[in-house]
């Protein structure tokens, strides 16, 4: 039991290159198959977090790769979706980097003589989960105003949760015990 929740983890990382390959198969319902691939990694994500949990198997490695696999899942989600113009590449951009600047900020602390990782809040939480509805709409209703106002949301729910883990680390900082 003690490496489940790890490995759930990398299957969800090998559904990223899964997820390019059949949303770009050319199938007419190619989009839709991405999209339970998309929602399958998010179901992973709570199975594996759940399993770590309940059974007291949480790792510092698994701190780590899960949301790498997360922010990878998104990413590629949301390139796809660029990559036919079903979003605005700007709003890509604004997501690699602020996702980019999050792995970048994560692999220096982790690898710090004390490491460190800054555990997921209720911010970013609720920004995966407004992401998950976001890119189902994108995918199942992508001309629907509420699409808009879902994605719209979804990356000012980003933003914020953007905002509170750089004042959560900012605090750790200032009193010498960064998390």
Same mark, same amino acid.
């Given at each position: 039991?003690?490496?489940?929740?790890?490995?759930?983890?990398?299957?969800?990382?090998?559904?990223?290159?899964l997820f390019i390959y059949v949303f770009f198969s050319g199938d007419?319902?190619?989009?839709?198959?991405?999209?339970?691939?998309?929602?399958?990694?998010?179901?992973?994500?709570?199975?594996?977090?759940?399993?770590?949990?309940?059974?007291?198997?949480?790792?510092?490695?698994?701190?780590?790769?899960?949301?790498?696999?997360?922010?990878?899942?998104? #990413? /590629?989600?949301?390139?796809? +979706?660029? *990559?036919?113009? =079903?979003?605005?590449?700007? !709003?890509?951009?604004? @997501? %690699?980097?602020?996702?980019?600047?999050?792995?970048?900020?994560?692999?220096?602390?982790?690898?710090?003589?004390?490491?460190?990782?800054?555990?997921?809040?209720?911010?970013?939480?609720?920004?995966?989960?407004?992401?998950?509805?976001?890119?189902?709409?994108?995918?199942?209703?992508?001309?629907?105003? #509420? /699409?808009?106002?879902?994605? +719209?949301? *979804?990356?000012? =729910?980003?933003?914020?949760? !953007?905002?509170?883990? @750089? %004042?959560?680390?900012?605090?750790?900082?200032?009193?010498?015990?960064?998390?």
């Amino acid at each position: 039991m003690k490496h489940i929740p790890n490995a759930i983890t990398i299957i969800r990382l090998f559904l990223v290159p899964l997820f390019i390959y059949v949303f770009f198969s050319g199938d007419p319902y190619s989009h839709v198959y991405a999209l339970v691939i998309y929602l399958i990694a998010g179901i992973t994500d709570l199975l594996d977090g759940y399993l770590a949990r309940k059974y007291k198997v949480v790792s510092v490695v698994g701190t780590v790769l899960d949301p790498l696999a997360d922010k990878l899942m998104l #990413l /590629t989600a949301l390139w796809c +979706l660029a *990559a036919i113009d =079903a979003i605005p590449f700007a !709003f890509f951009v604004i @997501m %690699i980097v602020i996702e980019g600047f999050q792995i970048l900020s994560g692999i220096y602390l982790y690898t710090r003589p004390q490491k460190a990782v800054i555990p997921a809040n209720k911010f970013g939480k609720s920004a995966t989960v407004l992401f998950a509805l976001a890119v189902s709409m994108m995918v199942l209703l992508p001309d629907s105003p #509420l /699409t808009l106002v879902v994605v +719209l949301l *979804a990356l000012v =729910a980003k933003i914020v949760s !953007f905002t509170s883990y @750089m %004042i959560l680390y900012l605090r750790g900082r200032d009193k010498g015990n960064v998390i």
